[in-house]
C-alpha cells in the first residue's frame, strides 16, 4: 500500500524523472505543519522503496496531514480520512509512532478532530441534506455530528415549508421523528391532506382512521355529522334517521333524529291506528307533546264497554273460542264463543253456538272508534253520543223496519247519572242510578223498575271497577254476593247468600304466557263448569 501510495505521489505531482532517496518523515512533517506544501511534497517524494516500516507508517501520517491541508492542491479530507482509518489507526499502538506523535505534542485523536472537522466543514459548504447525511455515515462517533444532523433537519424542514406538498411533509415525518418541528410539520400535513379529501363519509372516516391524533379529528368527525344528518334528511324515512342514531349515537343532532322519528311514529299510528301501536308510543315518548291528540283521539278505547280490556284480556287479542260444558243433573251442556277483535281491541263479532244454534252479533264503529251499532239478522242497535263521546240513547232497530228508543243515559258533571232501559210490560223502564266518589271513580250502581222502585240491585266496585258486591232486595228478601279475586285480578270465588243459606262457587284457572286463562273450572256444590279458551294473538315485531 505504501509503495503504491508513495508511486501515485510521483506520478501526479512530479513527473517520473524524480530520482529516490532517503529523506527524514519528520521534516515533512515539519513542513506540513509550516504549510510548505511544496517542499513537503518535493521530499515526501524522494523516498526509496525500501524504506523499512516504521519510516513508512510516519510516510502515511504525512500523508494523512498532508492530504487535510487545504493548501495542497490535491486537498481531499476523505483520502486522509481513508489513510487514518487504514493504516494509522490500526496501528495506534506502534511505538514508532507514538514516540513521534509525542515529540510533535501531537495525538492520533487531535488528528482525527482536524480530519472530521474539515469533513465537516466540507459538508456546510455543499450544505445540501446529503452533504450532512454522508458526514453523519463517515463519522458517526465526532463531537460534529449533533450540528450537522441539526443543518440536516434545518434543511429538510425548510424544503418541507416550501414546497408544501403531503409527500414533503410525509418525507420529512418519516425522517425526522423526533424533531421540535414533527407538530407544527404533522398539523400542516394533516391541514393538507384535509384539505384535498373528497366531501364524503367515507374519506373524512378514513382521515380519522390514518391521522388519529390530528387536531383535525374534531372537524373530520364535524363534518361526518353533518353530511350523515343531511342524508337523512334527504332520504327523511324513519329507518334513515334510525340508522343515523344507531351509527352515530352522540350525534349532536340527536333531538331532532329522535323528533323525527317520533313524528313518523305518531304518523304512523294517525294511518293505521293499533293498540299495540299506541301503547308502545307512549312507553317510548312518555313526554311528547303527541301524547295529549292521542289520548284524546284513543284514549277512551279501553274504557270502552267493547275493549278487550273489560273482559281482563291481556296483550293483543286478536279471537278467543271459548267452549263451557257444564253439567247440571247429570247432562251435559255444551255451548261455544267466539269473539273478533280489530287491532285496537274492539269487539268485531260475537258467534254463540249452544243447542244446535247460532246467533252472530257483529259490531261496527264510527270513525272516532266509538260504538255505531250492533247487529244480528233479527235486529240492530245504534248509538247515540253527545259531544264528549258519552252515549245518550240506543235505538233499536227491528226486523220489520220497526224503531224504538230502548236505552237512554242522563249525565251529571260529566259522569252518568241515571240509566233508563225500556223494557216492554214494563211501566217507566228499569233505571240505574250511579254513585261516584270525589276522584270520579264509580262506587255503586242501583237499579230498579221504576213502578217499584222498592225492589233494587245495588252493586258494589272495587276502586278499578270490578264487582265486589251485588245486594238485591225483592219485598222482604235479600240476596248478596261476594266476589273474591286472585292475584291476577279474575275471581276466584263467588259467595252467595240467600237468607240463612250460603253457598260457595269457587274457580279454578289455568294461564298462558300473556296471563289469560285457557281454562277455567268453575266448582259450585257438585256441578261443574269448565271452559276451554282458545287464543289468537296478533304478533308484532
Known amino acids: 500500500m505504501h509503495r503504491i501510495r508513495a508511486f501515485l505521489f510521483i506520478i501526479l505531482l512530479l513527473g517520473e524523472g524524480v530520482a529516490l532517496h ?10 506540513i505543519i509550516e504549510k510548505k506544501i511544496e517542499k513537503a ?100 462517533q465526532s463531537k460534529w455530528v449533533e450540528p450537522a444532523a441539526q443543518k440536516q433537519e434545518d434543511i429538510a424542514y425548510r424544503q418541507a415549508i416550501e414546497k408544501g406538498t403531503i409527500e414533503g411533509y410525509n418525507y420529512f415525518l418519516s425522517h425526522y421523528a423526533s424533531s421540535e418541528h414533527v407538530v407544527e410539520i404533522t398539523r400542516l400535513a394533516d391541514k393538507t391532506t384535509f384539505a384535498q379529501l373528497d366531501n364524503t363519509i367515507e374519506a373524512y372516516k378514513k382521515f380519522i382512521e390514518l ?206 247519572a241515571t240509566r233508563t232501559d225500556i223494557i216492554d210490560g214494563v211501566k217507566g223502564g228499569r233505571k240505574t242510578e250511579y254513585t261516584y266518589n270525589e276522584a270520579g271513580d264509580l262506587i255503586s250502581s242501583k237499579s230498579y223498575n221504576a213502578a217499584t222502585p222498592q225492589n233494587t240491585t245495588t252493586t258494589y266496585y272495587t276502586p278499578g271497577g270490578d264487582v265486589k258486591l251485588e245486594i238485591v232486595i225483592n219485598g222482604r228478601s235479600r240476596r248478596e254476593k261476594i266476589y273474591f279475586y286472585n292475584e291476577r285480578n279474575d275471581v276466584s270465588k263467588i259467595t252467595s247468600v240467600n237468607g240463612s243459606q250460603k253457598e260457595d262457587s269457587t274457580f279454578d284457572y289455568t294461564y298462558d304466557e300473556h296471563g289469560n286463562w285457557t281454562t277455567r273450572i268453575q266448582y259450585s256444590g257438585k256441578e261443574t263448569t269448565t271452559t276451554h279458551r282458545v287464543i289468537e294473538y296478533y304478533t308484532y315485531e
Not at 22 to 31: F, K, V
Not at 81 to 94: A, D, G, R
Open 41 to 140: 511534497i518535493e521530499k515526501r517524494n524522494k523516498i526509496y522503496d525500501n524504506e523499512k516500516k516504521s519510516d513508512l507508517l510516519l510516510i502515511d501520517l504525512c500523508d494523512c496531514l498532508l492530504f487535510n491541508t487545504p493548501e495542497y492542491k490535491a486537498y481531499n479530507p476523505q483520502k486522509s480520512y481513508e489513510i487514518f482509518n487504514k493504516s494509522l489507526l490500526p496501528n495506534s499502538k506502534e511505538r514508532t509512532l507514538i514516540k513521534f506523535l509525542d515529540k510533535k505534542d501531537n495525538s492520533l485523536d487531535s488528528i482525527r478532530t482536524q480530519i472530521e472537522q474539515s469533513l465537516y466543514k466540507l459538508a456546510c459548504r455543499e450544505n445540501t441534506e446529503e452533504s450532512y447525511a454522508r458526514f453523519i455515515d463517515l463519522c458517526p
Open 211 to 416: 391521522y388519529p391524533q390530528s387536531p383535525l379529528i374534531e372537524e373530520a368527525q364535524s363534518r361526518i355529522y353533518r353530511l350523515a344528518y343531511a342524508q337523512a334528511r334527504k332520504t327523511h324515512t324513519r329507518e334513515a334517521y334510525q340508522q343515523l342514531l344507531a351509527e352515530y349515537p352522540d350525534h349532536p343532532m340527536k333531538e331532532e333524529a329522535q323528533s323525527a322519528i317520533e313524528s313518523f311514529d305518531y304518523l304512523s299510528i294517525t294511518q293505521q291506528p293499533t293498540q299495540y301501536a299506541y301503547d308502545k308510543f307512549l312507553r317510548d315518548y312518555p313526554n311528547s307533546t303527541y301524547i295529549a291528540p292521542l289520548n284524546d283521539w284513543l284514549g277512551h278505547l279501553k274504557k270502552s264497554y267493547w275493549h278487550w280490556s273489560r273482559i281482563n284480556l291481556k296483550g293483543y287479542v286478536k279471537s278467543i273460542q271459548e267452549t263451557t260444558i257444564s253439567r247440571q243433573n247429570g247432562k251435559e251442556i255444551k255451548s261455544t264463543v267466539t269473539s273478533l277483535y280489530d287491532q285496537l281491541g274492539q269487539l268485531l263479532l260475537v258467534e254463540t253456538k249452544k243447542n244446535g244454534k247460532t246467533e252472530e252479533k257483529s259490531y261496527l264503529y264510527h270513525p272516532d272508534f266509538t260504538l255505531s251499532t250492533i247487529s244480528t239478522p233479527q235486529w240492530k242497535k245504534t248509538y247515540y253520543y253527545n259531544n264528549r263521546r258519552e252515549i245518550t240513547r240506543i235505538i233499536e232497530t227491528r226486523e220489520d223496519g220497526k224503531e224504538q228508543e230502548i236505552c237512554k243515559l242522563d249525565y251529571g258533571n260529566d259522569r252518568l
Open 22 to 31: 532517503a529523506q527524514n518523515p519528520g521534516q515533512i512533517y515539519d513542513l
